[in-house]
Nanobody, 113 residues
Framework: VQLQASGGGLVQAGGSLRLSCKASRMIFSTFAPKAGAWYRQAPGKQRELVARIDSDFSTIYADSVKGRFAISRDNSNKKVVLQMNSLKPEDTAVYYC?????WGPGTQVTVSS
């Protein structure tokens, strides 16, 4: 599985970013049944789960992002998207998508105060 991530960047506190992870070289029938997730790793900290979406579109979120982040999936386009609103400086980290036992490349999210 080849994962392509995009959407990171620098934003002020209170702003929004949208991260997208596309699973290339997959067909719908292999993409749709699998769960997708976003993790993040801040400097000096362990990688942590941010959000996960299962094949039935059920979701779970880290307590720290509930009510601010939303994970979604587009099976037709083989994408898992993380919409991040009301960003805080503590959201600063490298974000990684995880799909089909594969990690995507990290994308830096930096939130300035």
């Amino acid at each position: 599985v080849q994962l392509q991530a995009s959407g990171g960047g620098l934003v002020q506190a209170g702003g929004s970013l949208r991260l997208s992870c596309k699973a290339s070289r997959m067909i719908f029938s292999t993409f749709a049944p699998k769960a997708g997730a976003w993790y993040r790793q801040a400097p000096g900290k362990q990688r942590e789960l941010v959000a996960r979406i299962d094949s039935d579109f059920s979701t779970i979120y880290a307590d720290s992002v509930k009510g601010r982040f939303a994970i979604s999936r587009d099976n037709s386009n083989k994408k898992v998207v993380l919409q991040m609103n009301s960003l805080k400086p503590e959201d600063t980290a490298v974000y990684y998508c995880f799909f089909a036992d594969s990690w995507g490349p990290g994308t830096q999210v930096t939130v300035s105060s």
